[in-house]
C-alpha cells in the first residue's frame, strides 16, 4: 500500500489556482476583442460609403446581369475586369438566385469577411503560441497598433479603415490569407502529404485571384514560414508541386488574365504614392512590435515573423527606392508581423516581470491607437451622437447617388466627373469614363479626355454634343451652369448637382 501524501506533497503538486486579478489580466483582452467585433458587426449594418465600394457593388451589377460575360463594370465596354474574382462571382450569383440588392449582398459578403479574418487570426496566432490571450491580443494589435493619424486604405485593417472595407474583397483574402498561414505552418510540422500541398497551391491562387495586393502579402508570409522552417528537398517538391498546381490555376482563370497584371504597375505608381507618405503619423505605433521582433530574432535567428518582417521591409523599401510605389501595398507584410510579434511578446517574454512591463507598454499604445480611430464610432452611432471630440476625428460617408434611380436605368451611360464616376455604376448604369485606373481598358485616356472637354466651361454645345453622340449619353451629373441646349434639367441632388437628361 502507498502512504496517503502529506498536506506539504499535496500543496507542492496541485497548481495554485490563478488569481483574481490573473484572471482578470486574461479576460481583459477577450473582452476587448469582442467588443471590436460587434462594434464592427454594427458598422456592417449601416455599410458606410468611401473610396472603393462603388467599384464593388458595380462588379456585383454586372454579374447579376450576366455571370458569364459581364463586361466592364464601369464603362460600356467589352473588357475583362480583375475584379472580376471568384469571391465577387460567389456573390453576384447570390445577388442573381435571390434577388437582394447589391449592398445587401455586399453586406453579407463583409459578415463572411469579418467572420474569415477573426479564425483566421486566431487560427495562425495558435501556431504561433499556446497561451490562451494571444489570440486576442494579437487581433486587437492588428487593428489598433497603428499610428496617431488614421490611415484608410483596402489590404490594411486598421479599426477606421477596416470600417470602411470590411465588405471589400481584400478582407476576404486576407482572413483566407491567415488561415492559409496556419494550415502551411501544420504542414511543414507534421510532413504533410502530397494532397495537402495541392491544397495549399488552390489556395494561394484563390487569395491571389480574389485580390492581388493582399495575395502579394500571403506569398511573402508563406516565403517567410517555409524559410523558416528549413525543410528538407521532399518537402521543398511538394511546395514547388503546390506552386505550379496554383500557376496553372491562376492561368486558367477565365474572367481575366492575371499574368498580365504584371505589366500594370506603370498606371497605378501615382496612386499609390502616398503610401510612403506620413509613415511615422500612420505607423508610428508599430515600432513597439519592431523592438519585440528584435527580442524574438534575439531568441531564434530563424524566427518566422522575423524573416516575415524582413522580407516586407525589402519589397517596401525596394518600391520607394525605384519609384514603383505599387510595391507599396506590400507594407502589410511589414506592419502585420510587427504587430503580432507585439502582441506575442505579453504571453512569451521570459520574467513574469518582463510579461507585466510589456503587457503594460502594449497596453498604452493600443489606448493611443484606439483614441487615434475612435472617430469610427460615428460610423455605428451617426455623428450627431458623438461628442464633440470624437466628432472633429469622424471621416464623413459619401451621400450616394440613389437620388437618381428613379429616371436613370441600367446600362443607360452618364456623363460624370470622377468622384460622381466611382459611385453611379454602383447603381446599374456605366459613366464614360471609369472612376477607377482599368488596365484592361484601352481607351481610357481618351475617354477621361472626352470627359474633361465636356465639363470645360471654354467647350462649345456642338463639341459636347459630338462627345455624347460618340459615348452614347443619356443623362449628365454636373454643374449648374452646364444648363444649355442640348439638356433637360430632371431633378438636383446633393451639393447643388444637376441631374440633365440628354434630349435631341
Known sequence: MHAAPSDLEEQVSRPEPPSATARAGRALPHAAAVLVVALLLLVIVRLPWIGDLGMHAATLQRLRHDLLHPGNPLVDADTPSPYYSPWMLVLGAVAKLTGLSVFRVLRIGALVGLGLLATGVWRYVRTLSAHRAAPALAFLSLVLLWGTAVFNWSGFVGLNSLALTVSYPSVFALGLTFHFWAWLTRALRARAAW??????????????????????VATLGAL????????????????????????VLLWLWPYYDFFALFSAGADLEAIHKPLYQHLAERFGLVLLGVAALALRLRRDRWDPLAVFFLLGVLVFAAGGLTGHYSWGRALPAALIPAQLAAALEVVSAGRRALRIGWACV????LAVGAWSQAGMLGYVTGKGALP???ARKYEAPWVGYHWITPWVKYGDVVMARTVPSRQIPAYGPYTVAPGYPDVFLGDAAWREAAVSRYFDARTTPEVRRGIVREYGVRWVVGPRWLA??????VTTGPAQQVLYRVVP
Do not use: D, E, N, Y
Not at 494532397?195 to 502579394?216: E, K, R, S, Y
Open 195 to 216: 494532397p495537402g500541398w495541392l491544397g495549399l497551391g488552390a489556395l494561394w491562387a484563390l487569395i491571389l485571384l480574389c485580390h492581388q495586393f493582399t495575395g502579394v
Open 224 to 247: 517567410a514560414t517555409v524559410i523558416a522552417a528549413r525543410p528538407g528537398r521532399q518537402v521543398w517538391l511538394r511546395v514547388g508541386a503546390g506552386l505550379a498546381l496554383g500557376a
Open 362 to 365: 502594449l497596453g498604452v499604445a
Open 388 to 390: 464633440s471630440v470624437l
Open 484 to 489: 444649355g441646349p442640348g439638356l433637360r434639367k
